[in-house]
């Protein structure tokens, strides 16, 4: 028997050419199916139709031998003799020379051949062009995940570029502002983002290693796989067709016992069909010259010289062992998934012979289905857990046994109803559209993007506070009396629940963009004057358009912000004003003070209430009031004293509204001691805003 090659090792990054394989083997069987029906009607008309159908059927057969015995596009010179090595060739040529004698059937024939042959046909060329497309599919998703990591290569390098020029920006705002009192704030600030191009530079070397790691993966592993997946394929179906070719003979020898010398001429032709010897002929007219793409290597940003090594500066020191523990728990979660879907296909493939020699164990092509969908699968663990290793090695090589102090925090995503301070940048963090995380062992808040860049030394973890323990993360930037000064501000923490699913190979291997992906959530601010700018560090804006704010104002006056065309750069901070969230449908619950609601007054629809103090709005949520003023609950589950028990809804009342008080303490003593109460309503110009709750005393 002849030897099979393999179309992994013998005819690498072929796959579009063995689809084409496929496609005309498909094309095949559709054209014998053809014959087989019309044939049925030719049967019943006897040899006056049967020579007509001869000649069809052999002139389809001149124009789609070669395509299907050579392939589309041949690299080695070939003529008719050529095409004549194939068994199928072969075959296809004694059945029309045996069908040319047997110009005379009967109707017994006919029947036979229609149910057991055409059908038969007609169903095989169905599964396997559904296989053969399931098949595409798969090559183009892994192909299109390997894309992706040499995308991220490419926005990895752009990201550092990026950084490389805020550095120049940061160092000339310095260099500006050194005889000033900003001084010193430009000093961190140019300090801060050289860290952040550090930073960066370290993300483009990762996703440079990843990316030769996975393209090397790809065509050392993948790519061959499924390009012998595809020769398992055809081989299935030449030898599914060989037997109902032989099974169509057969009927037409015991139907036609005087013609049973031909019949069996045709059969024996059938029989010799080798998958085995067609697709070594096919490989020999398509061998090509191939070569591995060149592995990516570091390339200098043009406006910052720097090396390839990876940098391990105290603040990137601190982001890669972040991402190294990261990683290696990554790591441990996929390699028990790893090893359980290894032994799934070696079982699997073990059965698809056994299934295939006997066929009374069962159905070989459902045995066959499974093995390759779980081998597609492992192939997709086995790219998450080659990103994974490759990650673990760069960064432990750079770091070089430093490992960081191994206490890392348990940040779990966070919402923030009024303005925090970030635990590491010391900027703000606020909304429920702009979420960042909170520790649940030591408490510490901190934006998302700054997750990765505290160090792993949580005192909750080393002890220094038990888990679960309440954190303040602010205090209270409004002035109130002393007698009625909040002593917190607490952080809601969002409460996804907990869903039982199977892990897939993506959930593993998390590419920067996606740890940083709440990045993109960012508020958005209208232009209220023209800007014209000085610098190439600044951006052009206009009255009326909408901007979003990538950096808020650092005390200096100017904003970051980028405009709807992918512009970016500063602009006076007093030329904009930021833009309220807008509703966000089913919002999470925030986390409240525990308050015994049994005891809380019922307060009425239209319940109204007098201020007791001024206050001025810190945000584009909140209201400014003046003592005297009178304010109005609003109704709804969400309005009035349901808001929360920090905020209330409420709107300004007419000057003429009853004036009777009742005492602060009658409304406000189911409120903890350290709550921060405060209303939201609507001022006489209309604009809803919130206000502190014990600024105000009911009124009836």
């Not at 007609?122 to 098949?135: F, G, N, P, V, Y």
């Not at 992918?566 to 089913?586: C, F, K, Q, R």
């Amino acid at each position: 028997m002849t030897e099979t090659q393999s179309y992994g090792k013998a005819l690498p990054d072929q796959v579009d050419r063995l689809a084409s394989l496929s496609d005309a083997q498909i094309d095949l069987l559709d054209d014998i199916r053809g014959h087989f029906t019309e044939r049925v009607a030719l049967e019943r008309e006897y040899a006056t139709k049967l020579q007509l159908l001869i000649k069809k059927i052999s002139d389809k057969k001149s124009r789609k031998m070669s395509a299907l015995v050579l392939g589309t596009e041949p690299t080695k010179a070939w003529d008719d003799n050529t095409v004549r090595q194939s068994t199928i060739d072969q075959a296809y040529s004694q059945f029309i020379t045996s069908m040319t004698d047997t110009a005379m059937d009967h109707l017994t024939l006919a029947d036979s051949l229609s149910m057991q042959v055409a059908d038969e046909l007609k169903a095989t060329s169905k599964r396997h062009e559904d296989t053969k497309k399931k098949q595409v599919q798969y090559f183009q998703k892994v192909l299109a995940e390997r894309d992706r990591t040499y995308a991220d290569r490419i926005k990895y390098k752009q990201k550092y570029d990026e950084q490389c020029t805020e550095v120049e920006l940061y160092r000339q705002k310095q260099e500006r502002s050194a005889d000033d009192r900003h001084a010193e704030r430009a000093a961190k600030q140019y300090e801060q983002q050289q860290a952040d191009m550090q930073n960066s530079k370290n993300v483009y070397l990762i996703g440079t290693a990843v990316a030769n790691s996975v393209k090397a993966k790809f065509f050392a592993d993948d790519l061959p796989a499924i390009q012998d997946e595809f020769q398992e394929l055809q081989t299935q179906l030449v030898s599914k067709f060989a037997k109902i070719m032989i099974h169509a003979q057969a009927l037409e020898g015991s139907h036609l016992e005087r013609l049973k010398t031909r019949v069996a001429a045709a059969e024996h032709a059938f029989t010799s069909i080798s998958p085995a010897q067609d697709q070594n002929l096919f490989i020999e007219h398509n061998i090509r010259s191939f070569s591995a793409p060149p592995d990516w290597v570091f390339e200098p940003c043009g406006t910052y010289y720097d090396t390839p090594d990876m940098s391990v500066e105290p603040a990137p020191k601190v982001y890669l062992q972040n991402r190294l523990t990261r990683c290696r728990q990554k790591l441990e979660e996929l390699r028990p998934v790893l090893q359980s879907k290894r032994q799934e296909v070696e079982k699997l493939g073990k059965l698809v012979p056994a299934y295939a020699q006997d066929h009374s164990l069962g159905n070989v092509d459902e045995v066959s289905d499974g093995y390759l969908e779980s081998h597609h699968q492992l192939t997709s663990f086995a790219t998450s857990e080659c990103i994974l290793t490759t990650e673990i090695e760069t960064i432990s090589q750079a770091l070089n046994g430093d490992e960081g102090a191994q206490c890392p925090h348990t940040f779990k995503s966070a919402s923030f109803s009024i303005p925090t301070q970030c635990g590491y940048c010391k900027s703000t963090i606020w909304g429920l559209s702009k979420q960042g995380k909170t520790c649940k062992a030591c408490g510490i808040s901190v934006h998302s993007k700054c997750e990765l860049k505290v160090p792993a030394d949580c005192p909750g973890s080393q002890g220094g506070m038990p888990r679960g323990s309440s954190h303040p993360s602010t205090t209270s930037a409004l002035e109130v009396p002393s007698s009625r000064t909040p002593s917190t501000i607490s952080t809601s923490v969002s409460r996804a629940s907990s869903v039982s699913v199977t892990p897939t190979a993506s959930s593993f291997a998390q590419t920067d963009s996606s740890i940083n992906s709440a990045e993109e959530h960012l508020p958005s601010a209208r232009v209220v004057f023209d800007y014209t700018p000085t610098s190439p560090f600044e951006l052009a804006i206009t009255e009326g358009q909408t901007v979003r704010i990538l950096e808020e104002d650092d005390g200096s006056g100017w904003i970051k912000v980028g405009d709807s065309s992918g512009g970016s750069g500063l602009v006076p901070a007093s030329y904009i004003e930021v833009i309220a969230d807008e509703p966000v449908s089913a919002p999470p619950s925030p986390i409240v003070p525990s308050i015994n609601r049994a005891t809380k007054p019922q307060l009425g629809p239209k319940k109204k209430y007098g201020n007791l103090y001024d206050y001025q709005a810190q945000g584009p949520d909140e209201m400014s009031i003046q003592e005297g003023q009178q304010i109005e609950l609003t109704n709804g589950p969400s309005g009035g004293t349901n808001y929360s028990d920090d905020w209330w809804e409420g709107k300004s009342c007419p000057s003429n509204a009853p004036n009777h008080h009742f005492s602060f303490s009658e409304v406000t003593d189911v409120l903890t001691d350290s709550s921060y109460s405060a209303f939201i309503g609507i001022d006489s110009s209309g604009k809803k805003g919130i206000f502190p709750s014990n600024y105000v005393e009911a009124v009836l």
